[in-house]
């Protein structure tokens, strides 16, 4: 249906109608697709040293469970993960308790 002709019931009409605005918006304004770049390194401010040597050795022994497949070495990282947790959430809280005061 064209936009000159008029339409002769409701729903020709709002067919009509979201035809004609569809086609104005892309004529004025089209869409644009935007990539948006993830940051390549997250912010870690609050990151104590203790915290950063707790990742440090989290993601060493992940690397070792992952080569040798060893339930021992999975045990030992996950406590790794548990304690680096800890370490992060501690250093996260006291950064900020720091910047409230």
């Given at each position: 249906?064209?936009?000159?002709?008029?339409?002769?019931?409701?729903?020709?009409f709002a067919?009509?109608?979201?035809?004609?605005?569809?086609?104005?918006?892309?004529?004025?304004?089209?869409?644009?697709?935007?990539?948006?770049?993830?940051?390549?390194?997250?912010?870690?401010?609050?990151?104590?040293?203790?915290?950063?040597?707790?990742?440090?050795?989290?993601?060493?022994?992940?690397?070792?469970?992952?080569?040798?497949g060893n339930?021992?070495?999975?045990?030992?990282?996950?406590?790794?993960?548990?304690?680096?947790?800890?370490?992060?959430?501690?250093?996260?809280s006291n950064?900020?308790?720091?910047?409230?005061?």
């Amino acid at each position: 249906m064209d936009w000159h002709t008029v339409a002769s019931t409701a729903d020709e009409f709002a067919d009509q109608l979201d035809t004609v605005v569809v086609n104005i918006l892309d004529k004025h304004c089209p869409l644009q697709v935007r990539q948006k770049m993830a940051p390549s390194r997250l912010v870690n401010r609050w990151l104590s040293d203790s915290a950063k040597e707790a990742e440090r050795l989290r993601r060493r022994l992940e690397r070792r469970w992952k080569s040798k497949g060893n339930k021992n070495d999975y045990a030992e990282y996950r406590r790794a993960c548990r304690a680096a947790n800890n370490e992060i959430i501690t250093a996260r809280s006291n950064f900020y308790k720091d910047r409230i005061k």
